[in-house]
């Protein structure tokens, strides 16, 4: 059986692109109860199997749209070839693979570098892209400077920084020659904008860099703190001129 085209969210929740964060949940309750498999069996409208597959439909949209950080991205490659319009099917004869399931935090649990956490994930996913880059980097003739590995907890800021560096400036190596001459920059700018994006997604998240932040904001609070102590100890010598 042919696959079903992917619809696109907006439409399914039956609301325009610009639709309120209050117009979407509206909208999802409302749905929610006319789709719900238990009443459309027992209507008689849809199978069992087609109600539940509506259903997890709409949960899908509704929580991608609901999110803003899923929105956004969302709203970003909606168009893009990866997302289903009609350059999606040269895509299907390639070693790529779907991104989209690694911008969320459900994708992953804890901040280990073993099983399903944060390291462990995240460490894969960009090793698959850099071997996907250096198989093509092979085919074509040309160097491909290795990646910097992800690391875990306990690497230096300079190493994860350098990762970091890398592939928030990524550039593929791909040539895309099996689109059609016309569209073969649109996708390799997409491409390179999905893998940028992600990096920046992941880099929101790491733990790393959010204590580093925090460190940060701590030695800045008590910088603050020392200088209004020694202001305060000046003026309070002063008065005792």
């Not at 027992?42 to 929580?63: H, I, K, P, R």
């Not at 970091?164 to 997409?190: H, K, P, Q």
Request: glycine share 4%.
């Amino acid at each position: 059986m042919a696959k079903t085209k992917k619809r696109c969210y907006y439409e399914i929740l039956g609301v325009s692109r610009d639709a309120t964060a209050d117009e979407i949940r509206c909208s999802y309750r409302h749905l929610a109860l006319q789709l719900h498999p238990d009443k459309q069996a027992a209507s008689g409208t849809l199978s069992t199997a087609d109600a539940t597959v509506a259903f997890q439909e709409l949960l899908e949209a509704y929580n991608v749209l609901s999110d803003p950080d899923k929105r956004d991205w969302y709203d970003t490659h909606r168009s893009d070839p990866w997302s289903g319009n009609s350059l999606s099917r040269d895509f299907s004869r390639t070693p790529f693979f779907d991104l989209s399931p690694f911008f969320t935090c459900d994708c992953f649990y804890g901040f280990s570098d073993s099983g399903k956490g944060f390291f462990k994930v995240y460490g894969e996913v960009f090793s698959k892209i850099h071997s996907q880059e250096f198989y093509f980097a092979r085919k074509l003739g040309l160097g491909l400077d290795p990646s910097p590995p992800f690391g875990n907890l306990y690497i230096s800021y300079s190493q994860f920084r350098a990762f970091y560096n890398y592939w928030l400036g990524f550039s593929t190596v791909i040539d895309f020659d099996w689109f059609d001459e016309e569209d073969r920059y649109e996708a390799m700018c997409s491409w390179n904008r999905m893998v940028r994006d992600l990096a920046t997604f992941v880099q929101r998240l790491d733990r790393r860099l959010v204590d580093l932040r925090r460190r940060k904001d701590r030695e800045e609070h008590e910088k603050a703190r020392e200088k209004a102590r020694a202001k305060n100890k000046e003026i309070a010598r002063m008065r005792k001129l």
